[in-house]
């Protein structure tokens, strides 16, 4: 075959000029960290890192709305643990009133007392997280217990809202995290079924201390004996929703952590591998251009005298 | 018959052989890094012989040979190769502009990245949802509203930029064909001067080489056929169409295509396809018409415009392209900010005054379509009503005072995609974003009952919209859709690199066999140099010798007698 300096040339140039570009490509490789710059570095791969990304936020996000729906579920917690004492104060009160051993300044004091007693549950009723009134259903920046009732249209229908607020806390899965007001302390508006009603009545009638009331006594005691069993149903509800997002919470600090880990395996360059092919190249490189310089230059001419 | 004077004729052609040979030597050596550049080498024959007769006892007659005859000075050069070159050549421009094209192109897509659509959506969608766990907060409506107009931005952004690219790819070709046309101007020139210089018996080596390298540089940008006459000139085809007619030329020209603004390339006023075009003018124009292609046809404009469609024109040369770019960019725009619109347009704002619910006053349907979206044209029609109900996004291009409008205002494309002026407008904008549900409202009074501000119901169903399958498949959400079409795009620009990569080793390789026979060895220039210069003081010698054989001839005889 019939070779000429030319092709030794260009040859030579051609071969550095492959060994630079890949030097190049390591290099950058290795100042970014990542594997993959743009799309077709490798189309199925970004394909599988988008896709993760998008999984990743969309769990912190959902792991972000659970600790929202904790703090709220701990906070009617508290707020259903006091107005469960409370509400079983007014039971002690109400027996003790029932009794035929108390005298009428006893029943008296039980009736202020009673009254108290009422105001106490009202403001656990009005019970507010961050500004929202948790037991207002979707009206929550009204009070659900107000001291007067609205006498207007459109301030009855601000209250007892029986709306359940949910929220996203996994892909296709959802809580509702709120207890009603009607639910646990009775309907207001228009009505006569709250406890609060329940607890005026009571007073009223501890005050009067007539005779013929004393069954009506044990009609309300029966009333409220139900509210507690509503209290506590709603408790239950609180405590089961709190241990089934706290087990979902574990589960998805260690989903985010496995999937941070796909991610990088697809995205990140392997360094170790990167750098000792970095070497490996220069070597090449270096050996190439020694080879190079030794054929490109005698000719016959240093030769002929 | 004289020996004497015979053989100094002999000797004196052979001096001139290996005088013509050394300048060919010296001619090669000059030019040994000339671009193009074929090494020419010397073609001697032997001279006609004379008929001698013998001038002894028996007749009989010889040939004596009469010297050497230098006859052309040849190049070395295979046509074969050449064409074969050609043709790699223009697949390498072609697949080389194609690759850098599309690289430019994904790079404008910034992914994977956080600055990317991929990670703007999906921000979007957690600003909902952070505002379904707290509707009545100011602050999660800022941000629905802040990451909303970088959703948009982004979009438009990315539109814009990669609708440049057509003019820029326009702009390519136009210097492209300039560029052609100077080379036909070229090739033309050098037929009449290489015919010229045939006529009077010689090879005109230089030129043939420059005109054979202009035509290779010609094939990087169109794909040539080429036809070598009897005369010396070369005939230059585009697909049958001649470029180099012999001594005239026909050059290239641009007229305006379909879409006004842009330019198609036309032979003699008639355009000629991409494909027929080949090497980095068919990669441009494919770039501009198919890769990127045309913005979706809801979107463009009425006006006589770039790309407009008036009613009932005809369509051809602007039809959708609906693989391109541009277009599916606009698919994912319109049905995200449809998606969303139809959702808020159904929910309920935390500032109820003022808000106009679906129904007859505004020609939406009163509840919710179980298609899911409402259309680009019920958009439209709410969008004129007197009573507009409440929508996310806006189209840009029907804000007061633009001059081009949508030939679909309903029809939200990348390019137009905004956040609507109800949502923008300061603090009272915060509370008309919708996040709970439905009001109803009473069939008879008409009067509308808003659920509580707590009401998250608008809201959830928005940030569910990240999972939720689009674009009428029972599996595709946006995320979907989109990866895949970044996806294949990436494969596009893959294969063009592999494409171009193979291509550039190839024409390393006819580069190396056209080296073999036309490059030029110093070794073996020198080692034919010292040939010819034996030969050439061969030749003096014996003209040395005949000369005092002759002269003893001549002056030793006695004069007289």
């Given at each position: 075959?019939?070779?000429?300096n ?12 492959a ?6 490509t390591?290099q ?32 912190q ?38 009794s035929d ?31 929202r ?20 249209a ?10 359940r607020l ?8 959802s809580i509702?995290?709120?207890q ?7 309907k207001y508006?228009d ?26 006594i ?8 139900a509210?507690l ?9 609180v ?8 087990l ?11 999937l ?12 170790p ?17 020694a080879a ?9 001419m240093?030769?002929?005298? | ?9 002999l000797?004196y ?43 002894g ?17 040849i ?5 074969f ?23 430019f ?13 991929s990670?703007?959506i999906?921000?979007?969608f ?5 505002l379904a766990?707290n ?9 629905v509203?802040?990451?909303?107009l970088s ?23 136009s210097?492209a ?7 036909i101007?070229q ?24 005109r ?13 056929q080429t ?8 005939f230059?085809?585009?697909g ?6 012999g ?10 295509s379909?879409?006004k ?10 355009a ?16 501009r018409?198919?890769i990127?292609g045309?913005p979706a046809?809801?979107?463009?404009t ?47 704002p935390?500032?109820t005054?003022g808000?106009?619910?679906?129904g ?10 179980s ?24 189209n840009?291009?029907?804000?007061p ?9 309903g029809?939200?494309g990348a390019g ?10 300061g ?8 996040s ?8 008879v009074?008409?009067?509308?009952t ?43 620009g ?5 494409m ?17 026979t ?6 073996q220039e ?5 040939r ?10 014996i003209?040395n010798m ?8 001549i ?7």
């Amino acid at each position: 075959m019939r070779v000429t300096n030319r092709m030794i040339t260009d040859n030579v140039f051609r071969n550095s000029s492959a060994h630079l570009e890949r030097l190049a490509t390591l290099q950058n490789q290795l100042a970014s960290g990542r594997r993959i710059e743009k799309p077709s570095d490798d189309p199925t791969g970004i394909n599988q890192i988008m896709l993760l990304d998008s999984v990743l936020k969309d769990q912190q996000q959902y792991s972000r709305n659970i600790d929202q729906v904790v703090t709220w579920l701990d906070t009617t917690d508290s707020a259903l643990g006091d107005a469960a004492n409370i509400v079983q104060r007014a039971r002690d009160l109400a027996v003790q009133g029932a009794s035929d051993t108390s005298s009428r300044e006893s029943r008296q004091a039980l009736a202020r007392e009673v009254l108290q007693i009422r105001d106490q549950l009202r403001g656990v009723a009005n019970t507010q997280l961050a500004g929202r009134y948790i037991f207002a259903g979707s009206q929550t920046v009204t009070e659900p217990y107000p001291d007067k009732k609205p006498t207007t249209a459109e301030g009855k229908s601000k209250l007892d809202s029986e709306d359940r607020l949910g929220v996203a806390i996994g892909p296709g899965l959802s809580i509702e995290y709120n207890q009603t007001g009607p639910d646990v302390f009775g309907k207001y508006v228009d009505s006569v079924d709250s406890i609060f009603e329940d607890l005026g009545d009571l007073a009223n009638i501890l005050s009067l201390s007539d005779d013929t009331t004393y069954g009506k006594i044990s009609d309300l005691i029966g009333n409220i004996d139900a509210r507690l069993t509503a209290i506590n149903d709603a408790r239950a509800d609180v405590g089961g929703k709190r241990n089934r997002v706290e087990l979902l919470a574990s589960r998805y600090n260690n989903l985010e952590v496995a999937l941070k880990d796909l991610k990088s395996s697809y995205q990140d360059a392997d360094i170790p591998a990167l750098i000792s092919d970095f070497t490996l190249t220069q070597q090449v490189y270096q050996s190439s251009l020694a080879a190079s310089a030794k054929i490109m230059q005698p000719t016959l001419m240093d030769f002929l005298r | 018959m004289d020996y004497g004077l015979y053989g100094l004729g002999l000797a004196y052609r052979g001096m001139v052989a290996a005088q013509a040979s050394l300048n060919t030597v010296a001619n090669n050596l000059a030019n040994a890094n000339t671009e193009g550049y074929s090494r020419q080498r010397v073609e001697a024959a032997p001279a006609p012989s004379t008929l001698v007769q013998s001038m002894g006892t028996e007749v009989s007659l010889s040939q004596l040979g009469g010297g050497v005859d230098v006859r052309k000075i040849i190049r070395n050069r295979d046509e074969f190769l050449d064409v074969r070159m050609r043709a790699e050549i223009t697949d390498e421009g072609y697949s080389t502009t194609l690759k850098e094209q599309i690289n430019f192109l994904e790079t404008q897509f910034q992914e994977p990245g956080p600055n990317g659509l991929s990670g703007v959506i999906s921000s979007y969608f957690s600003a909902w949802d952070q505002l379904a766990v707290n509707p009545e907060s100011s602050a999660a409506r800022s941000e629905v509203r802040q990451i909303g107009l970088s959703v948009a931005n982004t979009f438009r952004n990315l539109y814009d930029n990669i609708k440049k690219m057509r003019t820029e790819a326009d702009a390519q070709i136009s210097n492209a064909i300039v560029e052609v046309n100077a080379y036909i101007e070229q090739v033309v020139d050098l037929n009449k001067e290489i015919s010229a210089t045939r006529t009077l018996g010689s090879e005109p080596n230089s030129l043939m080489d420059r005109r054979d390298l202009i035509v290779e540089k010609m094939s990087r940008l169109v794909r040539v056929q080429t036809s070598l006459q009897e005369d010396g000139k070369l005939f230059v085809f585009i697909g049958g169409r001649a470029l180099v007619d012999g001594d005239k030329a026909e050059f290239l020209s641009q007229i305006p295509s379909a879409e006004k603004t842009l330019l198609d390339v036309a032979y003699r006023g008639a355009a000629i396809p991409a494909e027929g075009l080949g090497g980095k003018l068919h990669a441009l124009l494919e770039m501009r018409d198919s890769i990127i292609g045309r913005p979706a046809l809801a979107t463009r404009t009425n006006a006589d415009r770039e790309g407009g469609v008036a009613t009932g024109q005809a369509l051809a040369g602007l039809e959708d392209t609906t693989d391109g770019i541009l277009y599916q960019l606009d698919v994912l725009a319109n049905e995200f900010a449809a998606r969303v619109n139809t959702i808020h347009a159904y929910g309920s704002p935390l500032d109820t005054s003022g808000h106009n619910p679906p129904g007859a006053l505004n020609g939406l349907p009163s509840s919710r379509p179980s298609s899911g979206t409402l259309t680009p044209d019920q958009v439209e029609q709410a969008l004129a009503s007197a009573k507009k109900p409440n929508f996310f996004f806006a189209n840009a291009a029907t804000k007061p005072g633009m001059i081009l409008q949508p030939s679909k205002p309903g029809f939200i494309g990348a390019g137009q995609i905004d956040l609507s002026a109800d949502i923008l407008a300061g603090n009272a904008g915060l509370n008309r974003i919708a996040s709970g549900k439905a009001p109803t409202v009473d069939p008879v009074t008409g009067t509308a009952t808003y659920p509580g501000p707590g009401d998250n119901t608008a809201a959830k169903e928005i940030a569910l919209l990240r999972s939720t399958p689009m674009f009428g498949t029972a599996t595709e959400t946006f995320g979907d859709r989109y990866r895949t079409f970044l996806s294949d795009l990436g494969v596009k620009g893959q294969f063009s690199d592999r494409m171009a990569q193979n291509q550039l080793n190839l024409i390393e390789h006819l580069k190396a066999q056209r080296e073999q026979t036309s490059g030029v060895n110093f070794d073996q220039e020198m080692s034919d140099m010292v040939r010819y210069q034996h030969a050439y003081n061969a030749s003096a010698k014996i003209i040395n010798m005949l000369d005092q054989a002759l002269d003893k001839l001549i002056n030793g005889m006695p004069p007289g007698r």
